[in-house]
């Protein structure tokens, strides 16, 4: 049973938690190229649909009125369709970043296959 | 909590940090995100061990049908369409953190603590206005709803009103968890909120709106986190919202223009009294006349806009610019950070026509190298190569950074008509004595330059 009152010291743990992960996210997340900015939104998308597992839970577990249950199930589809979906697309678009797919005929003068 | 499920979280976290950590080069992306996706699949299995999970049929049928959209959208979603499934995977996790944070109270309402419920109404009042926010920019990107701002007189004042009461309801809410009107009428005002502050914003303005979508999400997720007592959840929430963040930060700044003009300016709606001053004759240009300006070039750069990815121009562009390479003309493309309707749209379009991305320059890198460029190919872009940002004062876009193509010696610009552009606004650089206009659509433009390259 999880608690329904907030303990202070669960509170400032998780404060603790969101200023260390905000402080990280920014610090990596700012040197991302701009090159890579498309496939950065998709990836985080997935990552925050972690709320797939509160949503299982919530489907899964015996809740006071059914319509818990139902709103838990539908959680879990638009979830997973992002966990999913967010990583497939994700790495659809990151295959495609290539450095160099031909011969560069300018620099090697004539040279080329 | 059983240990072993908190340890799955625990390395899901740790995995996602390495995962973005991954992002910060194209060679090491593919790993991360890997990485990443294991990281997910450790806490998904976590979970299901859950000791509270007494029946497993409603989790494996969600499992099974939202996996089975979530793979059939992004294989078979082409390239061109990634701002509309992005806007739309916005609603989807929105909708989970605010399903979620709804089925918290149905189960629990009035005997929750004050805090608790106070984190329950940013999850919820996040995760519904960004469900109906990216809805509505999902119908504008797609085509449903008209792109160009939809206001009416005082709906500044009517969304001050409702966010005001949406609040106020949140208040009443913490300070009485029990009271149900409170939750729904916060819940309903933050649908209503969603709708309403996404219809007045210009597709053209979609960079920014994509970005803070994708922050409202990460939080609304992080929100979930801190109602659910899950740190895993607040991190990976945390992380998409700073992500999206920045990303709306770096999108205002290539714009020279606040978060706050973005949303409450309604650009594009406005009469544009100064910028109508634009005077002169276009000078229109045949085909054979640029295929022979590229072909003896020795330098070459393509500036795509969100005309490229309209006309599905990308392939033929890449076509075009091998040509020019094997004739042994240095080609690159300049890319400006708004171009397009989504951060980083151009180059994904680019990637997947197999353009290499070391040719793909960012807006700073090229535009020292303009001066030195023979053709300057502007391929459906239209404010981010408007000089008047950069000489008009009076321009209701005057201060915003763009690419300098009027600085190379000679411009050509590839148009589908006469008209003005999206924005309404009237671009001096089609007047100008360099500039030649190449009237059609992009895409049989650029088939049509390739054939006349070949055959001079």
């Not at chain 2, 001050?160 to 729904?184: C, K």
């Amino acid at each position: 049973m999880e608690k329904l009152v907030f303990d202070p010291r669960i509170l400032m743990a998780s404060l603790y938690v969101f200023a260390l992960a905000a402080f990280l996210g920014y610090q990596i997340i700012s040197r991302v190229p701009p090159l890579l900015h498309t496939p950065l939104m998709s990836a985080t998308n997935a990552l925050s649909a972690i709320s797939v597992v509160g949503a299982i839970v919530m489907a899964g577990r015996e809740n006071h009125h059914s319509i818990s249950t139902y709103l838990g199930f539908i959680a879990v589809i638009s979830a997973s369709i992002n966990v999913v979906g967010g990583f497939l697309i994700t790495d659809r678009m990151l295959k495609m970043f290539k450095r160099d797919v031909r011969v560069k005929t300018a620099d090697k003068k004539g040279n080329s296959k | 909590m059983n240990i072993y499920i908190e340890i799955t979280y625990l390395a899901a976290s740790i995995l996602f940090v390495f995962g973005l950590k991954g992002l910060t080069h194209p060679d090491s992306a593919r790993r991360g995100m890997l990485l990443a996706a294991a990281g997910m699949t450790a806490a998904i299995v976590g979970t299901l061990f859950h000791p509270e999970i007494v029946r497993y049929h409603w989790i494996w049928i969600g499992l099974l049908i939202g996996g089975v959209i979530g793979a059939a959208m992004s294989i078979w979603m082409p390239m061109t369409s990634m701002p509309e499934r992005t806007a739309l995977s916005h609603a989807f996790g929105a909708l989970a953190a605010a399903l979620v944070g709804i089925a918290e109270y149905e189960n629990y309402g009035g005997s929750m603590g004050k805090l608790k419920v106070g984190a329950l109404g940013f999850e919820i009042m996040l995760g519904c206005l960004t469900f109906t926010g990216s809805l509505i920019a999902f119908g504008k990107l797609y085509g449903v709803v008209k792109g160009t701002p939809i206001t009416f007189k005082g709906l500044n004042i009517f969304n001050m009103g409702l966010l005001a009461v949406m609040i106020g309801s949140f208040i009443y809410l913490a300070y009485d968890p029990s009271v149900a009107v409170a939750f729904y009428t916060m819940m309903t005002l933050a649908l209503c909120f969603g709708v309403l502050l996404v219809i007045p914003i210009g597709a053209a303005d979609m960079p920014v709106v994509m970005s803070l979508l994708n922050s409202y999400a990460g939080l609304a997720a992080a929100a979930t986190g801190f109602v659910l007592g899950n740190n895993v959840l607040i991190i990976a929430g945390t992380l998409d919202g700073f992500s999206g963040f920045i990303l709306s930060v770096l999108m205002c700044r290539a714009m020279n223009r606040s978060i706050n003009n973005v949303l409450f300016g309604a650009f594009g709606s406005v009469s544009h009294t100064a910028a109508d001053t634009a005077i002169g004759n276009m000078r229109e240009v045949t085909l054979e006349d640029v295929a022979v300006q590229l072909a003896y070039a020795k330098q070459v750069v393509f500036v795509p806009g969100y005309g490229m990815a309209t006309a599905q121009a990308q392939h033929a562009v890449r076509d075009l610019a091998n040509l020019l390479e094997a004739r042994g003309v240095s080609v690159k493309f300049g890319i400006h950070p708004v171009a397009g309707r989504m951060p980083g749209h151009m180059n994904v379009l680019l990637a997947e026509a197999n353009v290499p991305y070391s040719v793909l320059y960012e807006m700073d890198q090229i535009n020292p190298d303009l001066p030195r460029t023979d053709v300057a190919v502007v391929i459906g872009a239209n404010d981010v190569v408007n000089p008047d940002a950069r000489d008009n004062p009076g321009s209701p876009i005057a201060g915003m950074p763009i690419i300098e193509v009027d600085r190379a010696k000679s411009v050509v610009v590839l148009k589908r008509g006469t008209g003005k552009g999206f924005s309404g606004l009237e671009n001096p650089l089609f007047f100008k004595p360099v500039t030649g206009m190449l009237y059609g659509d992009a895409k049989s433009s650029i088939t049509g330059l390739a054939q006349a390259v070949r055959e001079v």
